[in-house]
């Protein structure tokens, strides 16, 4: 309290300093320092903030704040009248046949930089999704949103993927979820992700058809059905699946270093295992399961890739049409709806360590609570 207090009154003291100063021409271009105190305890929260937010110091933001691009401010009453269109008729008006001005002005060098410092995307499919947007935003927000069934399966899945991206954006710029509403009412409404093949559809994926696919994982029954929600639960790669099947559990708390799995049980029920395994770009630094599925789990005799994992894939191949593999993309766009990118990255192995880092510190709790409330709102509570 003492502390924030008396970063109030230096930041005032700045300001009223600022203020009183008579500026002569020449002193108005002169840098001047400013400064605030932060506890030694939150300076890693504050780093990983700058980082969500696509910033490596304080002084960028500071410089973005001064210059109004940060946060930005845009109109949305288009985005209203077109939801209420949509809404409505279930049919897109176009706006007196002009593009709705909130396509006008977008930076796309930002929109780059969060595809690839928030969503953590690689840099060349940062780069296909935002050309893709330059180019058919046009058509998908004109007045014949259907000309992109026009496009080859292939094509046309990167195009929705890139004004889905968009969207999301969108919302993280302003706070507003309009434009993701909008953009999922249009491709259901014209049916634009018809015939997208399994691993595009997911790709491109919203949350009716994850619905869908995890109420028929949940009939399967028996072994088969355990080995489902294994995958889809853990989210885990099947060689991470079998690693952590057969490796030898560390009596100590997870603050110990050795190659061993460290496991926390947290006390609304769900479990964080620490796997701190990495082959190349693929990592694993923990995963979080619920604890009577991973205990369930870990006394099962064998868990195989030739027999369990081969004959749960078969049967979801055959009953959910899809892969064994699929689960753990479902898994992501679960979680996706209670963790921000950054989160769910770390949960699929994606995220620099730095930012595993600061999450093992000081988000675990956060991070099992939001992992459970995804899960309830499709449905699946954990007892
Ligand atoms: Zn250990």
Redesign the pocket.
Known sequence: MYNTLQNMESINNTTTKLKNENYSSSKATEFKTIGTKVKNIDIPILNQRLKIYGYQTIGELIHDFVKSKFPPVYDDEELKSMKANLQQNGQWTSLSGSYPTFLNNIDYDDMLKFYVNNLRLHNKSARDLVSYFRRYYDIFFGNHPDEILKYAPHKRSWILQSIKKFASYYKYKTGNPDCEDVVKRMIERYNLNVSLDMKRAIYVVDDQYVVRKIDKLMTIQGDIGFIVKVGLFSGLREEEIIYSHSKEI????AG?????L?VINKPNGMSIVTLNWFRGNKQCYFFIMPSNIWKQFRNLPRFTRKEEINSAHNIVKREVEIKFMDLRKLHYNVVRNTMDPNEADILAGRAKTVSAQHYALYQLDKMAESYKQAWEKFGITFS
């Open positions: 560390c009596p100590d708390n110990h270093k050795c190659d061993r460290h």
